[in-house]
């Protein structure tokens, strides 16, 4: 009876480094959320070992907001050990693990009703189907309204299936997403175990929801559940738009995009860098940084070979983070 009577919990995951000024207003959008009585939100910011100010203004929030946990890692682990760190720590720094792990970026702004559209979006759809969806994923707006380039889910063959006929507001049927506003349940999370560390920023979210829809059906995407994504350009991940400050970032997604598709099969791995080295060569940046990249490239078509941990209960002192 108890247990009948107890709040269903869902943890919101931010990783931040180095932003909190945006930050703050991430977290004010979280506890700001419109939720049902039977449903109780709490947050948990892993800070990535931050040298700045984010440690004062968590400790300012930890102050007047008890559902604010902050897990402070070691060293910065980028996107990917964040997110990482941060699932393992839901299973074992609560009372009781959460029902549900909301994953946001520390730019993402999330309207009021976002995370009760995202959980509207999948107890309708378990309604009308026997399917469990992989995950739920918001409809991700940049800050002038037009969509995120960046942040697109990747739509499954059949994406209509479930389409709402009269409209465009029903979900569509996605294998993959950004972590910039994505529902999963703790089940999930056990099958499916835990994002690539290893990768520390781009395609852990793509490799992810894509092991998660794996496990025998799509996620949805959810266009009524609205984020705003605070980028500083609207552009997608296009070579031909590369600047020599991204070329850093470029290194680790060509890394590991050729190690995903190492995976799919030697034809598959073949292509891919076929098509990257034409691009490389034509990108706007020194030739340099082009000899770099493609060092990268061939680093995770040959040698990569990162960790995927599979779910268990592990005690947070083994993981090397500190939580406050």
């Given at each position: 009876?108890?247990?009948?009577?107890?709040?269903?919990?869902?943890?919101?995951?931010?990783?931040?480094?180095?932003?909190?000024?945006?930050?703050?207003?991430c977290l004010e959008?979280?506890?700001?959320?419109?939720?049902?009585?039977?449903?109780?939100?709490?947050?948990?910011?892993?800070?990535?070992?931050?040298?700045?100010?984010?440690?004062?203004?968590?400790?300012?929030?930890?102050?007047?907001?008890?559902?604010?946990?902050?897990?402070?890692?070691?060293r910065n682990g980028?996107?990917?050990?964040?997110?990482?760190?941060?699932?393992?720590?839901?299973?074992?720094?609560?009372?009781?693990?959460?029902?549900?792990?909301?994953?946001?970026?520390?730019?993402?702004?999330?309207?009021?009703?976002?995370?009760?559209?995202?959980?509207?979006?999948?107890?309708?759809?378990?309604?009308?189907?026997?399917?469990?969806?992989?995950?739920?994923?918001?409809?991700?707006?940049?800050?002038?309204?037009?969509?995120?380039?960046?942040?697109?889910?990747?739509?499954?063959?059949?994406?209509?299936?479930?389409?709402?006929?009269?409209?465009?507001?029903?979900?569509?049927?996605?294998?993959?997403?950004?972590?910039?506003?994505?529902?999963?349940?703790?089940?999930?999370?056990?099958?499916?175990?835990?994002?690539?560390?290893?990768?520390?920023?781009?395609?852990?979210?793509?490799?992810?929801?894509?092991?998660?829809?794996?496990?025998?059906?799509?996620?949805?995407?959810?266009?009524?559940?609205?984020?705003?994504?605070?980028?500083?350009?609207?552009?997608?991940?296009?070579?031909?738009?590369?600047?020599e400050s991204e070329?850093?970032?470029?290194?680790?997604?060509?890394?590991?995009?050729?190690?995903?598709?190492?995976?799919?099969?030697?034809?598959?791995?073949?292509?891919?860098?076929?098509?990257?080295?034409?691009?490389?060569?034509?990108?706007?940046?020194?030739?340099?940084?082009?000899?770099?990249?493609?060092?990268?490239?061939?680093?995770?078509?040959?040698?990569?070979?990162?960790?995927?941990?599979?779910?268990?209960?592990?005690?947070?002192?083994?993981?090397?983070?500190?939580?406050?």
């Amino acid at each position: 009876m108890a247990d009948l009577m107890k709040p269903k919990l869902i943890l919101a995951i931010v990783v931040t480094y180095h932003r909190p000024a945006l930050l703050h207003q991430c977290l004010e959008a979280l506890f700001g959320q419109r939720l049902e009585p039977s449903q109780r939100l709490e947050v948990l910011v892993v800070d990535n070992a931050c040298s700045d100010t984010t440690p004062q203004l968590l400790e300012q929030w930890r102050l007047k907001e008890p559902r604010l946990h902050v897990l402070r890692l070691r060293r910065n682990g980028g996107g990917a050990g964040g997110f990482h760190h941060g699932l393992r720590w839901a299973f074992c720094g609560l009372e009781s693990p959460p029902d549900d792990l909301w994953l946001l970026d520390d730019d993402t702004i999330a309207e009021p009703d976002a995370l009760q559209r995202l959980l509207h979006c999948r107890q309708a759809f378990l309604a009308q189907s026997s399917h469990q969806p992989a995950f739920v994923c918001s409809r991700v707006l940049w800050r002038d309204g037009s969509i995120c380039e960046m942040n697109i889910p990747t739509p499954v063959w059949d994406w209509t299936r479930f389409h709402a006929q009269s409209s465009a507001t029903g979900p569509s049927l996605v294998d993959s997403c950004s972590f910039v506003s994505v529902l999963v349940s703790r089940q999930k999370v056990e099958e499916a175990g835990y994002p690539i560390e290893d990768f520390f920023i781009w395609c852990d979210d793509q490799e992810y929801t894509r092991r998660l829809s794996s496990l025998g059906y799509p996620g949805l995407y959810d266009p009524l559940s609205v984020v705003i994504h605070q980028t500083k350009d609207n552009r997608g991940v296009n070579p031909s738009l590369m600047k020599e400050s991204e070329v850093w970032k470029y290194c680790y997604g060509l890394r590991n995009n050729a190690y995903l598709h190492r995976r799919r099969g030697l034809l598959w791995l073949l292509y891919f860098c076929y098509c990257r080295i034409r691009e490389l060569f034509t990108a706007p940046v020194r030739w340099r940084s082009k000899f770099i990249m493609l060092s990268w490239l061939l680093h995770g078509a040959i040698v990569f070979r990162p960790r995927v941990i599979s779910f268990d209960r592990v005690a947070l002192s083994s993981s090397g983070d500190t939580a406050q």
